[in-house]
């Protein structure tokens, strides 16, 4: 069974752009979540998305956005880039046991 | 509200000690306990986990045991390798099973860990 695929893997972006960012979960898994992973603030919730409805979501300010598609697809938005959104964002898939599975991040630098 | 509270790192241990990664939360209602592991470059890997009181999640020959006295899931591995080098997590969930029930997690600020040969 095919993990968490998370595209692209790294992104360079100039400050005031935006970026869209890409998440196909485990087959038959239906909610997708959101990380920041930084060094100064480790992992933060972003948002968490099911059935195409936005059920949680984290402190973050609205440049951050999402959506989900029906076939459980999700994707990220950040407009309007500032140097601190530099970051690891990770996307996770919930399992049947409540437990995450996370792919392997989209590194975000921008300059 | 919930929150994990992690031992500081980085731990730096010799091919075959013993671990013990030590983890404490806080929560509301009855949260499942997990362990994540993070090697460089990579995103979060499950390592173990365990949804009630006094269950023990194990995998790879680590160990956590859910303590609801002590509020703690310590990790315990009785012989670390150097390829167990990486970033761990202690993470918590205010579980809600199945697919169409919402949850979010909470991490610790992961504990390094180099294993020397």
């Known amino acids: 069974k095919a993990g968490v695929t998370q595209t692209p893997r790294y992104l360079i972006k100039t400050r005031g752009q935006q970026v869209t960012l890409s998440c196909s979960p485990i087959s038959g898994h239906r909610s997708v979540s959101w990380y920041q992973q930084t060094p100064g603030q480790g992992l933060q919730f972003l948002f968490e998305y099911f059935s195409e409805t936005q059920r949680n979501k984290g402190n973050f300010p609205g440049r951050f956005s999402g959506r989900q598609f029906s076939n459980s697809r999700s994707e990220m938005n950040v407009s309007t880039l500032e140097l601190g959104d530099s970051a690891l964002y990770l996307c996770?898939?919930?399992?049947?046991?409540?437990?995450?599975?996370f792919g392997q991040g989209t590194r975000l630098t921008v300059v | 509200g919930n929150s994990v509270t992690q031992m500081e790192g980085p731990v730096t241990l010799s091919e075959e000690a013993f671990l013990t990664i030590n983890c404490t939360y806080t929560a509301t209602g009855y949260p499942s306990l997990f362990w994540y592991v993070q090697y460089p470059g990579e995103g979060l890997q499950l390592l173990l986990k365990a949804t009630k009181a006094d269950d023990k999640g194990s995998n790879k020959g680590f160990e956590a045991t859910y303590r609801k006295e002590t509020t703690s899931f310590h990790l315990e591995k009785g012989s670390v390798q150097v390829s167990d080098s990486a970033v761990y997590f202690c993470?918590?969930?205010?579980?809600?099973?199945?697919?169409?029930?919402?949850?979010?997690?909470?991490f610790g600020t992961g504990t390094s860990l180099t294993v020397i040969p």
């Open positions: 996770a898939s919930k399992g049947w046991e409540g437990e995450a599975f």
């Open positions: 993470a918590l969930s205010d579980l809600l099973r199945g697919q169409n029930t919402g949850n979010q997690f909470y």
